[in-house]
T-cell receptor, first 116, second 112 residues
Framework: DAKTTQPPSMDCAEGRAANLPCNHS???????VYWYRQIHSQGPQYIIH???NNETNEMASLIITEDRKSSTLILPHATLRDTAVYYC?????????????????FGKGTKLSVKP | NAGVTQTPKFRILKIGQSMTLQCAQD?????MYWYRQDPGMGLKLIYY???????DKGEVPNGYNVSRSTTEDFPLRLELAAPSQTSVYFC???????????FGPGTRLTVT
């Protein structure tokens, strides 16, 4: 599985867009990019995922570069409640299951602090 | 939908005691998982299940047991609790993709 690199921390002003980068230069063709976040003392929360096209849902947008070696998670209007650790995870998403396929490797992520 | 629920929220155990952490989901998800998260660390997979009656070990299964008699429930059993099992335990479930997982609020366990 491809390794990801994220900045350890970022700050964002409340109401502004938060742009969280992730490098995954060794990503292979069948691997998706997943984003989760973990607000302090809570369980991780799935945000969004994508393969090669940009994706948007009610929480965020995911921009994946054309070469798929990096991506950016965008929270369009960050609020104080978006303060959390954000994890970028790259894994294949096949129907088969076995061994460690279900293991989400969260790494250290990016601690986003939204400030008033 | 309540999503993924876990009980209890907190528990203190003495060394050698046993307990069951409960996990239930009402989303009709086939896949269910148990993770532990030690302070300042990432999540580690303990056990997972791909459907009722089917379970398998994850990365750190020693000291734990699971069962999956129904689609909804996936209890985690700790036998002979040890201080190394002090952690936050998260249960998760998913429907079609193993990686769109929905997590419960966690159980904070202290073994002293």
């Amino acid at each position: 599985d491809a390794k990801t690199t994220q900045p350890p921390s970022m700050d964002c002003a409340e109401g502004r867009a938060a742009n969280l980068p992730c490098n995954h230069s060794t990503i292979s063709g069948n691997e998706y990019v997943y984003w989760y976040r973990q607000i302090h003392s809570q369980g991780p929360q799935y945000i969004i995922h994508g393969l090669k096209n940009n994706e948007t849902n009610e929480m965020a947008s995911l921009i994946i570069t054309e070469d798929r070696k990096s991506s950016t998670l965008i929270l369009p209007h960050a609020t104080l409640r978006d303060t959390a650790v954000y994890y970028c995870i790259v894994r294949s998403s096949g129907r088969g299951y076995g061994g460690s396929q279900g293991n989400l490797i969260f790494g250290k992520g990016t601690k986003l602090s939204v400030k008033p | 939908n309540a999503g993924v629920t876990q009980t209890p929220k907190f528990r203190i155990l003495k060394i050698g005691q046993s307990m069951t952490l409960q996990c239930a989901q009402d989303m009709n998800h086939n896949y269910m998982y148990w993770y532990r998260q030690d302070p300042g660390m990432g999540l580690k997979l303990i056990y997972y299940s791909v459907g009722a009656g089917i379970t398998d070990k994850g990365e750190v299964p020693n000291g734990y047991n699971v069962s999956r008699s129904t689609t909804e429930d996936f209890p985690l059993r700790l036998e002979l609790a040890a201080p190394s099992q002090t952690s936050v335990y998260f249960c998760a479930s998913s429907y079609s993709s193993p990686y769109e997982q929905y997590f419960g609020p966690g159980t904070r366990l202290t073994v002293t």
